[in-house]
């Protein structure tokens, strides 16, 4: 099987902007979660998708957002990009809860 | 609430030497343990997990890991390891429950840097 795939893997945006981020989980899974990685906060759990509804959410603020797709591939959103948002932009996919998660290579996003 | 630490935050040894990444957990509850490995500019990949069933896991590249439910602990070892090795581990706890889906708590990553 194919792996999670994440589109595109390098991004530069100027504050203000928006941006969106796509990730394709394996085939069959109908979970997504979205993490962020930072050298200060390390990883931090964002959302988690499943059959096109959000289950669970992160302590992020509103500019962040997602939604899934009928196919189960998922796109994340942030407005209003602040400079504390460059990150490298992590999505997992899995077959539900009690399975484990397998990690796209991430999208490396630099705010300027 | 959860959280997972990872003890030391840079482990250098040398090549075939056995070494140690520890990991301590907090949960009241059930949890499922992962340990993943990042290379650099890459995603995270799974290296080992327990779910239930026997306490010592193992991987297919060498690592194993024990679950010890009275020490909250799931330590990583590796009885010889290669230049290959050297990367970032980071050890993960997902909380058992319906309000915790989809979500893991992960430690601060331990850098394990394998010398010749």
């Not at chain 1, 979970?31 to 059959?51: A, D, H, K, N, R």
């Not at chain 2, 090549?15 to 990042?38: G, I, K």
């Not at chain 2, 799931?74 to 706890?93: G, N, Q």
Request: charged share 15%.
């Amino acid at each position: 099987k194919a792996g999670v795939t994440q589109t595109p893997r390098y991004l530069i945006k100027t504050r203000g902007q928006q941006v969106t981020l796509s990730c394709s989980p394996i085939s069959g899974h109908r979970s997504v979660s979205w993490y962020q990685q930072t050298p200060g906060q390390g990883l931090q759990f964002l959302f988690e998708y499943f059959s096109e509804t959000q289950r669970n959410k992160g302590n992020f603020p509103g500019r962040f957002s997602g939604r899934q797709f009928s196919n189960s591939r998922s796109e994340m959103n942030v407005s209003t990009l602040e400079l504390g948002d460059s990150a490298l932009y992590l999505c997992a996919s899995s077959a539900g809860q009690g399975w484990e998660q397998y990690f796209g290579p991430g999208t490396r996003l630099t705010v300027t | 609430a959860q959280s997972v630490t990872q003890l030391d935050s840079q482990v250098p040894v040398f090549e075939e030497a056995p070494v140690e990444l520890r990991c301590n957990y907090s949960s009241s509850v059930s949890v499922y343990l992962f340990w993943y490995v990042q290379y650099p500019n890459q995603g995270l990949q799974l290296l080992l997990k327990y779910l239930s069933g026997s306490t010592l896991v193992e991987s297919i590249n060498g690592f194993e890991a024990e679950f010890n439910k009275s020490q909250t602990s799931f330590h990583l070892r590796k009885p010889s390891v290669h230049i290959s090795d050297t990367a970032e581990y980071f050890c993960a706890v997902s909380v058992v429950g319906s309000g915790n889906t989809g979500k893991l708590i992960f430690g601060q990553g331990t850098t394990l840097q394998v010398k010749p």
